[in-house]
C-alpha cells in the first residue's frame, strides 16, 4: 500500500529530535512522499532544509494567513523569487482565517490574493489554509479562473463541497475525521468522492482526539486512511491508490 501525506509541517522544530526515525517508520509503514508547506519566509530555509535532508519530502512556499502580521509587500516579493526555479511543488500555505478575530481581513486578503495571482503565473497548484471563509476563498479562485488547488482541513457544507469539487479543487482531510463525535464531518466524506480527496496529518498540529496535547505523527496517516475507507466503504487499499494518484496529479509529481 503506498500513500501520500498532502499536508504535513515536517519542518516544524517539535520534530528536530526525532524526525528522521518519524520519516523512517512513516516509509516502512508504505507513505512514500511529504509534502511540506512553508508558513512564513522565516520558515522557507528550514523547509529548504527539510526537503534537500529528505528524498521523500517535496514542498512549497507560501505567506499563512495565520502570521499576517509578519508578512509585508517583501516578503512578497522574495515569496516570488524563490518560487521561480526554486523546486517548489506549489504555492502555500496560503488562504484566509477568519476565525481569529485579531487577523486583518483586508490585509489577508490582499495576500492571499497576491499569491493566487503568483500561483497561476508559475501555473503551480495553491495549497489553501480556510477557516471561516470558504465562500470567500472560493470567489477569489472564481475571479482569477484558477482552480488547480487544495483546500486543506476542509470543514464545509456539503453544498460548498459540490460546487468546489465541480471546478476540480482537492478536498484535504485529516486527523478530525477520527473524531466519533465529528458527525457534520463524516456526513461531508460519504458525499465527497474519493477522486476529489486528498489525505493528511497537519502534523505535529492536529492532535487525534483520543492523544490532545500530544503531537500528531506522519505514521498516523494510516488511521486517517482506515477511517475514511471504512466511511467511504470501500478497501483501506482502494482509497490509498486513489489519493495517492490524486496529490501526484495535483502537484505534477
Ligand atoms: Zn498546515
New binding site residues.
Given amino acids: 500500500m503506498e500513500l501520500i501525506d498532502s499536508?504535513i509541517?515536517l519542518d516544524d522544530d517539535r520534530f528536530n529530535s526525532d524526525r528522521a526515525e518519524l520519516v523512517k517508520s512513516a516509509q516502512t509503514a508504505g507513505i512514500s512522499r511529504f509534502i511540506v508547506?512553508a508558513?512564513s519566509v522565516n520558515r522557507f530555509p528550514a523547509v529548504l532544509k527539510t526537503a534537500k535532508e529528505y528524498d521523500s519530502v517535496s514542498y512549497t512556499l507560501g505567506l499563512?494567513p495565520y502570521y499576517i502580521n509578519e508578512h509585508s509587500g517583501t516578503d512578497l516579493e522574495f515569496l516570488a523569487q524563490s518560487l521561480h526555479g526554486s523546486g517548489a511543488v506549489g504555492v502555500g500555505?496560503c488562504g484566509l482565517d477568519y476565525y481569529l478575530k485579531d487577523l486583518d481581513r483586508d490585509k489577508q486578503k490582499l495576500v492571499f490574493e497576491a499569491q493566487v495571482v503568483l500561483a497561476k503565473h508559475f501555473n503551480l497548484p495553491l495549497v489553501l489554509?480556510v477557516r471561516g471563509a470558504i465562500d470567500e476563498v472560493f470567489k477569489t479562485l472564481k475571479k482569477h479562473n484558477y482552480f488547480n488547488a487544495m483546500m486543506?482541513?476542509f470543514n464545509g457544507s456539503v453544498e460548498q463541497a459540490k460546487q468546489i469539487i465541480a471546478k476540480g479543487v482537492y478536498l484535504g482531510f485529516g486527523p478530525a475525521v477520527c473524531n466519533p463525535n465529528a458527525h457534520k464531518l463524516k456526513k461531508l466524506i460519504e458525499y465527497v468522492p474519493i477522486e476529489c480527496m486528498v489525505l493528511e496529518t497537519?502534523a505535529p498540529?492536529q492532535p487525534f482526539f483520543d492523544k490532545s496535547g500530544q503531537r500528531n505523527l506522519p505514521i498516523d496517516l494510516l488511521r486517517v486512511n482506515q477511517d475514511i475507507a471504512a466511511i467511504k466503504k470501500v478497501k483501506p487499499m482502494i482509497l490509498a491508490e486513489q489519493t495517492t494518484t490524486n496529490v501526484n496529479q495535483l502537484f505534477n509529481l
Fill in positions: 499536508h509541517h508547506p508558513v499563512h500555505e489554509h486543506h482541513s497537519d498540529d
